[in-house]
């Protein structure tokens, strides 16, 4: 098969060439833009002060923790401790509203950290959830502690019955030892309020204390419970 070479039609290369010389040109005025525009911004970018904590609603912040019905006397028994490190240490004030049954915390004259309340409102909230003072009083010393709540239902829906109780009791074990063990392989607190469960603790060490409270729900023998829960630990503290 013979090819003409009428075919073939040679396409000019002057336009691009012109592209391609005025490319840099072009570059080099976006780029002068850009930096001019950079420049106006940096100049005319407002600086706002922070807002100062009078001016926030009058300087007030308000906390509220709703107390149930069985908390009444464990709070009332309890009060002095939780009144002292929250007036005396963070410098704000509380009161037990007699009327909605509630403990209301908010900042004062002398408060000098607005966050001060929701330490205080966590401190509180721990305690009610059933939690030692000594141990929610950690919640305001350190930073990194949270309170981590679930219930068995959450983790298999089809407990009930004597197979609820089951569950329950394999939480805790015999005299609270399978409780105590979770307690301090994984370095948390852990409240068993009938179907609730609560868990004080760091990040990391209350999902390890999650999962073996799972894994105990769902059926798991203790004693594999602990197994898994011991190699668990020691990886994560030879890790850090």
């Known amino acids: 098969m013979e090819v003409n070479s009428s075919d073939f039609v040679q396409v000019p290369k002057r336009k ?16 002068s833009t850009s930096i001019e525009m950079s420049e106006e911004t940096a100049v005319n970018r407002p600086a706002f002060p922070p807002i100062k904590r009078e001016k926030l609603e009058n ?4 906390r509220k923790i709703s107390v149930p019905a069985h908390r009444y006397s464990p709070l009332k028994e309890n009060w002095m401790k939780l009144f002292t490190p929250i007036v005396e240490h963070l410098h704000l004030q509380i009161r037990f509203n007699l009327k909605n049954r509630q403990v209301e915390i908010r900042t004062c004259k002398d408060t000098e950290d607005i966050a001060n309340v929701q330490k205080a409102a966590d401190f509180v909230k721990a305690f ?6 000594e141990d929610a009083l950690a919640l305001i010393r350190l930073d990194d502690l ?6 068995i ?9 004597d197979h609820l109780n089951r569950a329950i009791g394999r939480l805790a074990g015999k005299g609270g ?4 063990t979770i307690e301090n392989v994984t370095k948390t607190r852990i409240v068993l309020a009938d179907q609730k469960i609560h868990i004080l603790g760091s990040y990391q060490n209350i999902q390890i204390a999650k999962r073996a409270i799972c894994n105990l729900i769902l059926g798991s023998p203790p004693s594999k419970v602990y197994g898994n829960l011991r190699a668990v630990a020691s990886r994560s503290s030879d890790r850090f």
Not at 153 to 161: A, E, H, I, P, R
């Open 128 to 133: 009610i959830c059933g939690f030692e003072v």
């Open 146 to 151: 949270f309170v981590d709540s679930f219930e």
């Open 59 to 62: 300087g007030v912040e308000i």
């Open 16 to 31: 691009a060439a012109k592209r391609k010389a005025n490319q840099p040109e072009n570059v080099e005025k976006n780029e």
């Open 177 to 180: 030892r399978t409780k105590f």
């Open 153 to 161: 239902k959450d983790v298999k829906s089809s407990l009930k019955g």
